[in-house]
């Protein structure tokens, strides 16, 4: 099974930073991670993509965010991160880390979900 643990979420002023991190792990699945994305959801909004990162290390992020947050993820694709810099109060919200995984022999996609991490930029 694929589990997906959230870290690094708390409280800062505007103009700080934060390092998310995603520990992956995979008891037995025999899935291949196709993608990893950081996405967050704000009260009273819809859930939103704020990064994501695919084969060949492609990345994408939400215009809101674009050249103050970076996704990354290590050599062995055990962890997916998004540095955040610059904060401002509106990204204020839960963060989930999200994989994307695929079983190609039986051609199935799987969607795994971490747990959240609050994040809160506030004075």
């Known amino acids: 099974q694929v589990q997906l643990v959230e870290s690094g979420g708390g409280l800062v002023q505007p103009g700080g930073s934060l390092r998310l991190s995603c520990q992956v792990s995979?008891?037995?699945?025999?899935?291949?991670?196709?993608?990893m994305g950081w996405y967050r959801q704000a009260p009273g909004k819809q859930r939103e993509l704020v990064a994501s990162?695919?084969?060949?290390?492609?990345?994408n992020y939400a215009d809101s965010v674009k050249g103050r947050f970076t996704i990354s993820r290590d050599n062995a694709q055990n962890t997916v991160s998004l540095q955040m810099n610059s904060l401002k109060p509106e990204d204020t919200a839960v963060y989930y880390c999200?994989?994307?995984?695929?079983?190609?022999?039986?051609?199935?996609?799987?969607?795994?979900w971490g747990q959240g991490t609050q994040v809160t930029v506030s004075s």
């Open positions: 995979d008891s037995g699945s025999a899935e291949r991670i196709t993608a």
């Open positions: 999200n994989v994307h995984g695929k079983i190609d022999i039986v051609n199935m996609d799987y969607d795994h």
């Open positions: 990162i695919i084969s060949g290390g492609i990345t």
